[in-house]
């Protein structure tokens, strides 16, 4: 049972274009969705989060999107960079009680060309 | 620091041998988790702790146990090796999150890959 659908599975984009990813929801319960990013060999680190309070979210060139009414959320990489080229994953958690539970996503691997 | 380390980097099983997957965290976290990720499947939680001496079970336990004896290291083992236990293992660790604290990320080792054939 997947809780956190993520699309494309990849996806390629020209350096300085706009790469897109969505993720959408289906457990209302959730109130945390992180992004993460993943270089190969290595394990995922946290890029950006956001909190259903808010519409939007900017660090530098990654902006999160979220639409609670829709459950649907997204992370857009503004000037792609060959060094953003990655598998990102979108997840979602809430808070049981009882540890950090991420849902995760299917992940998207994002190639950027030069 | 080191952050979380994980050992071994790879491993080959045959089907039927056990093993035990080492974690070890340098960043005082209470919460510990071992994920496994494979193609097309995300990172999928398999057991977790919040705290010395305490695991639970998540989204795919079966055939996988835990144990956090020390609140620094966190291990993961397979008693009788399967194929469908090929994958990627991450370990991660991250402090206590609790209603209105959300700025806890999970940090991450570099994963194990294991190969059983």
Redesign the interface.
């Known amino acids: 049972q997947q809780q956190v659908k993520?699309s494309p599975?990849s996806l390629i984009v020209q350096k300085g274009g706009i790469s897109i990813i969505n993720c959408a929801y289906e457990n209302t319960a959730f109130?945390?969705f992180?992004w993460?990013q993943q270089f190969p060999?290595?394990?995922?680190?946290?890029l950006i989060?956001i909190?259903p309070d808010v519409s939007e979210k900017k660090e530098g060139r990654f902006t999160i999107s979220f639409n609670k009414s829709a459950k649907q959320f997204s992370l857009h990489i503004m000037d792609s960079q060959p060094g953003d080229s990655a598998t990102y994953?979108c997840a979602a958690s809430w808070?049981t009680?009882?540890?950090?539970?991420?849902?995760?996503?299917?992940?998207t691997q994002l190639k950027v060309e030069l | 620091n080191a952050g979380v380390t994980q050992t071994p980097k790879f491993r080959v099983l045959k089907t039927g041998q056990s093993m035990t997957l080492l974690c070890a965290q340098d960043m005082n976290h209470e919460y510990m988790y071992w994920y496994r990720q494979d193609p097309g499947m995300g990172l999928r939680l398999i057991h977790y702790s919040v705290g010395e001496g305490t695991t639970a079970k998540g989204e795919v336990p079966d055939g996988y146990n835990v144990s956090r004896l020390k609140k620094q290291n966190f291990l993961l083992g397979l008693e009788s090796a399967a194929p469908s236990q090929t994958s990627v293992y991450f370990c991660a660790s991250s402090y206590p999150i609790g209603r209105g604290i959300y700025n806890s990320p999970l940090h991450f080792g570099n994963g194990t890959r294991l190969t059983v054939t």
Not at chain 1, 101 to 106: A, E, P, R, Y
């Open positions: 993520q599975q109130d945390y992180p993460y060999g290595k394990g995922p680190a946290l989060a909190r994953f808070d009680g009882g540890g950090n539970k991420l849902t995760f996503g299917t992940g």
